[in-house]
């Protein structure tokens, strides 16, 4: 039997990515890139808080015990983040090329008037 090696997985490629997806490094590439990513960790914060509500009983989403939804919240939104930095559901990247688009637009309506 021979064993075979996978390939990285691609969501796991970018965990922890703080340059934008085309390398650009400017000061408004990394702010749209930053704001991007947490608009991503946001939607997916909306989906896992929907997933887990109706979960009943102990543990760390459980509903039992004093600070219960509090913990949920929290744990919530670091499964988002980890989420986020690990590649996401591909959201970040859309929203990033959107925003540069409407960033140029912009700036080319400023220096015509």
């Known amino acids: 039997m021979t064993a075979h090696i996978l390939p990285q997985n691609s969501a796991l490629a970018g965990l922890g990515q703080t340059t ?3 390398g650009n490094t400017s000061k408004k ?3 749209a890139w930053a704001a991007a990513q947490n608009f991503e960790s946001i939607f997916i914060k909306n989906l896992y808080s929907q ?4 979960v ?3 543990g760390p989403l459980g509903t039992d015990g004093a600070g219960a939804e509090t913990w949920r919240d ?9 989420s986020t930095r690990s590649g ?3 959201i970040a990247k859309d929203v990033y090329r959107e925003l540069l688009q409407v960033q140029e637009r912009a700036g080319a309506k400023t220096v015509s008037k």
Not at 74 to 82: I, P, Q, R, T
């Open 56 to 58: 009943k009983g102990e």
């Open 88 to 90: 996401g559901i591909g």
């Open 74 to 82: 929290l744990l919530v939104d670091e499964y988002a983040k980890s």
């Open 51 to 54: 997933a887990f509500s109706g």
């Open 29 to 31: 590439a990394k702010t």
């Open 20 to 22: 934008p997806p085309d």
